[in-house]
């Protein structure tokens, strides 16, 4: 927000909500690196913390969503403001569900520990894929935080990345279980892990896409990279 | 947004109120008017928001024949405003008013904001310097305005007028202060800076304000009532009554299904 408004308690209004969302994205964040150290390190009880975290994140969607209704029916935002508004609204459904990504992975970390039947060598590329992803959601906080299109723009080439090496993780899934059905049960496990850092990178790439239009008033969904590239860069 | 605890500066109980020729334009209405607050009547024209506003400083007895029933009871001394042998005079000093256009005496820029401060009887020169300065920062006016203090007040702007009108109302340290349709004969930037100054105002006073315009309403207030052929439809806080008012007339009106 570049100026302020004549009335403050309207900036003081958008302000809280805009700290709750990056509340919100913090705390986010968080579940997907706890999550995922649940499952490299074995640890059932930190995964027990991240599936007892959630509903913060869902209160908070709850809450903002709530302040966004308030600010609509009292303000009526106009311009800058409706499309932060807007933009907040659609973020906090893509974090609320990265969310339950994170809590879905704490799940399987802990039926995992407890049948003692994670499969070590699959945790490399699984990791990687989840480093992306959260770099991913990382940057675009970052973006919202700054208001900042020009932040998004590596994000759909990594959104990219992860699809990629999902697909891999897939086509080596498929040739374990082939080659031996007794990895059946793993592989799936593994799948479905894969599939949730998936998803994230996906809620992810959406927020990067909310940014630019909070910021440059362009809706850049379903455009090709190349077009989003040209948006975000003028001035 | 209301988390605050709430403290009562005044309420209407049974509230009814009979113009001369019978017309009963207030209908057995019971409203707290909570401190610190802004309050703000909306409803369509004609719906008794103002009549009953003016009850509030007892403006209607300057008109024989007009009557009130029930009770507005001030807080925390528990006066009946409306209880015979009470002054009006003394009344409209605790609950002040600015109407819908600006309407400066006229004097200089000074004494309109002196003037209430002189019928109370002070005339030591330093203390009116003092209050009339302070009303006038209270009313966000007067670094337009100080270095022409003596000037006539019509050659201010319509929204200085109206911020005038506020200091000249401020300058008695009223407890409550009533505003009506403040607002309806400004620019929407004129608009912004008075309801900007009610926000701050409600620092120091409670406020019930009348308006026409709903996201006025919306905007500035912490309760909102909706008032219709004189009968107090809803009350609630603002933002309930504006995103889910239990009553279907109340939600038609602000709407604008109305009808």
Known sequence: MSSEHIYKQYDNELEAVRAKVLEMGSLVEQQIVDALESLVSHDTKLAETVIKRDHMVNALEVQIDEDCSYIIARRQPAAGDLRIILMMIKTITDLERIGDEAAKIARFSQKTIETDRMWKPRFAEIKLMATLAREMLHMSLDAFARSDATKVLPIAQMDEQVDEQYQTTIRQLITFMLEDPRTISMSLEVLFVSKAIERIGDHAKNISEYVVYMVKGKDVRHISMEEMEEVAKQP | ?259
């Open chain 2, 1 to 259: 947004m209301n988390t605050t605890t709430q403290s009562l500066k005044a309420e209407t109980r049974n509230l009814n109120f009979f113009y001369n020729g019978g017309n009963h334009a207030v209908k057995n209405v019971s409203m707290p008017l909570y401190e610190n607050k802004i309050t703000a009547l909306i409803g369509p024209s004609g719906c008794g928001k103002s009549t009953f506003l003016r009850c509030f400083n007892r403006m209607h007895d300057l008109y024989p024949g007009n009557k009130y029933e029930g009770q507005i009871v001030m807080h925390p001394d528990n006066t009946n405003i409306l209880e015979q042998g009470v002054d009006a005079i003394e009344v409209r000093m605790r609950i002040s008013m600015v109407f819908q256009k600006p309407n400066p005496f006229p004097k200089s820029i000074y004494e309109n904001v002196a003037y209430g401060l002189r019928v109370r009887g002070e005339n030591n020169k330093r203390m009116l310097d003092d209050k009339v300065e302070e009303a006038l920062k209270g009313a966000a006016i007067w670094n337009e305005v100080k270095d022409r203090l003596q000037d006539l007040a019509f050659n201010l702007s319509g929204g200085q007028q109206q911020r005038l009108c506020i200091a000249r109302a401020l300058a008695t340290e009223p407890e409550i202060m009533l505003f009506d349709e403040p607002t309806s004969a400004l620019d929407p930037i004129a608009t912004a800076n008075i309801e900007e100054l009610m926000s701050e105002l409600k620092n120091k006073l409670t406020i019930l304000v009348v308006t026409h315009n709903m996201q006025q309403a919306a905007r500035v207030s912490d309760y909102t009532a909706y008032m219709y052929l004189g009968e107090m439809m809803e009350y609630g806080d603002t933002d309930t009554i504006f995103t889910r008012p239990t009553r279907k007339e109340t939600e038609d009106y602000i709407t604008g299904k109305f009808g």
